[in-house]
Nanobody, 122 residues
Framework: QVQLVESGGGLVQAGGSLRLSCAASGRSLSNYDMAWLRQAPGKEREFVAA????????SYAESVKGRFTISTDNVKNTVSLQMNSLKAEDTAVYYC???????????????WGQGTQVTVSS
């Protein structure tokens, strides 16, 4: 079992930055592909970013490419999402997730965090 706990959400003005963190316990994150997903009010959950092979490769949704950066810290057993140049449309609940398969938009995730709210004011 893996427990995931997100932190770092909050309210920020458009153009600002936030850094989300996801702390894992139970097992090492190096055993999993990790991803961040988000769900805005009235919308379906969508893929944001993923890291593979403990950070050796990453992928991003087109909507966040160049603005967001996903990273892992295998010593602290955490995965982070640095979000820059935030836009109002980035407002959502952000979730950290782990999969024993291949992370991506259509992946089946084995473990989820509880989510953290990010609100971007325009």
């Amino acid at each position: 079992q893996v427990q995931l706990v997100e932190s770092g959400g909050g309210l920020v003005q458009a153009g600002g930055s936030l850094r989300l963190s996801c702390a894992a316990s139970g097992r090492s994150l190096s055993n999993y592909d990790m991803a961040w997903l988000r769900q805005a009010p009235g919308k379906e959950r969508e893929f944001v970013a993923a890291t593979y092979w403990s950070g050796l490769r990453t992928s991003y949704a087109e909507s966040v490419k160049g603005r967001f950066t996903i990273s892992t810290d295998n010593v602290k057993n955490t995965v982070s999402l640095q979000m820059n140049s935030l836009k109002a449309e980035d407002t959502a609940v952000y979730y950290c997730a782990a999969t024993s398969g291949v992370a991506g938009p259509t992946a089946r995730y084995d473990y989820w965090g509880q989510g953290t709210q990010v609100t971007v004011s325009s």
